[in-house]
């Protein structure tokens, strides 16, 4: 199928064996619904962050620059968005904007966000703000970055900082993206700034310092909005042991889940993290999740290599599990929605209300894009006609974007973008998922 045919379907194609006949289940009118982006990946002209350093380090084989030019046509894209009835928006602050020299907050960079949140509220749609997307200023990277001593400090300056321009405007605030992939692709395989391999003392170090963070943002916000709705964006990797029935690989299987996907938030829900020693010390602050944000693509497979560390983490990814993987998107995951399922089930124990912060797929053909949300939304809707609480679906991303090290081929927006000329083309899955929206049921 060719990626930019013109629609042809006037409704969503349904996936039939998905489908629940005996339930007729409607979303609540109150559900937020749309997209998600980040700063660095779509606005463009982003060249004072550590990743634009590390861009011209050579570290990447395609750089950002103009990216989707969103930080000049961003009303254009919400125009499209409440077109495909979305009433909920998430995006980052670009830190280097806001803060572009040590201490200096610039006028500019703090009323071009204040120009993003009212254009969202023009357009009803529901502005959900995420304070740090990866990226710190490039003054910052050179005192450290998250291995400088005085991080904490400057992260909390900042956070008072758009909490005190914003804080009217805004109720939902995502403190930090996935901050245990950041560290696994900064200190532990080099892929990302600042490119440490192997670092376990300082990867320990780095996410103690970010849970920290949290928690002081979380109170800032607090003082500010009383009813504000603040929470991470916690990545969620799903596991299967490669081998079921060999011991091992299922000990690395569920250390890795411990690892990956429990620790953080156990940590920020108890206020206190589970382990002894000096890195595990207690959080004197009691919880700090209002609710959870979850960000969810795929699934590896985990082979214990031995009981060294980090070999008792064990190897993981597809592994030579070929045949048991079901379809794979461009990037090469596998399409598992159960593993959706699974995490919405696990996290009913938290007792908060739970929102899809990201789930999508890159992939050039409308039909596998279209299946994937289906099916997720089917896991959704499955959890809350149990009961469990989430509160809205935020499809990733709103447009075709910069896909970090893998540069623009990645296809992942409900809203294609053809980079040459930033014209936009709203893709069929886009529509369909609008169909949804309005009838509040799939
Ligand atoms: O593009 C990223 C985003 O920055 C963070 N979550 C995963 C997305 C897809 O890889």
Known sequence: MSFWRPIQAA????VPTMRPDAVRFHFPQAFL???ATSAHQVEGGNTNNDWSAWEEGGHVL???GAACDHFHRFREDFDLAQGLLHNAHRFSLEWSRIEPEEGRFSDEGLQHYRDVIEALHARA?????TIHHYTIPRWLAAKGGWECGDIERYFIRYVERVVAAYGDRVRWWITLNEPVVQVFKGW???QWPPGRVGDYP???QVIRRMLRAHVLAYHTIHERRGDAMVSVAKHCLAFTPNRPSNPFDRISTAFRDFLFNNLFLEALHTGRLALPGQFFERLPFGRTLDFIGMNYYTRDFVRNTGFNLPGFVGLSGTLENERRIGKRNDLGWEVYPEGLGHFLRSFRRYKLPLLITENGIPTSDEDDRWGFIYMHLWQVMR???AGIPVV??????LLDNYEWVDGFHAKFGLIGVRFASQERIVRPSGRWLAQVIENRSL
């Open 62 to 64: 395609v750089s950002a």
């Open 125 to 129: 749609i529901e502005p959900i703000a």
């Open 33 to 35: 619904w749309g997209a």
């Open 11 to 14: 409704r969503a194609p349904a």
């Open 383 to 385: 959890a809350m006609a």
């Open 392 to 397: 809205g679906y935020l499809y990733w991303s």
């Open 188 to 190: 532990l395989i080099g």
């Open 202 to 204: 300082r990867a320990l």
